[in-house]
């Protein structure tokens, strides 16, 4: 995902949650009436809902700063404000790779590895072994629609500041998306 370098945004971001979880899809019905008042149902469009993230803040806030930087890319972007795009970039039209990005999920193991497996398949007589993540996805075009409150308060001193990230995105591919053949 896009990341602030001075005032330009670079791709290759990373950071850990303290919580998330793989996106939930679903699939609409639609019902086609056929001969004596039965409905044949058939699956409809497929919609992928939201996706949040609980982020622990650094201290120097850099992954919330970039989080916000993007949100201002896409706010200029939308309605060519002058007071929002970056110094020298007024009536600069960005491209979807300044304003959406592929995000990755993946879980991690004890040792912060990659949680994998090897799995056989036959096609065709052809047997392929790929190794893929068992729990991974990937969210296409997809950004920070809503960045909650960090809570600064005294009543909580022995706990580590946190915010939640809400993701919008076009579609998502699960586990390993690499084609077999």
Known sequence: MPVAVGNALQQGFE????????PASSIGLIEVPINGGRRLKMGGDRVFAEWSTTVLNDEGFAIRSNIELWQNRIVSSNFN??????SGSVGRQFTDNDLFSTVEIYQLDD????????????INGVEYSPTFNLASAKLLNCWPSDISTIEL??????????????????????GNNTPLA
């Open 15 to 22: 950071f850990v949650c303290r919580a998330a979880s793989l």
């Open 153 to 174: 308060s005294y009543d909580s001193t022995d706990t580590v500041e946190e915010f939640t990230i809400t993701w919008v995105y076009d579609y998502c591919v699960y």
């Open 81 to 86: 404000n002058p007071g929002l795009a970056p």
């Open 111 to 122: 040792n912060g590895d990659e949680v994998t497996s090897e799995a056989s398949v036959t």
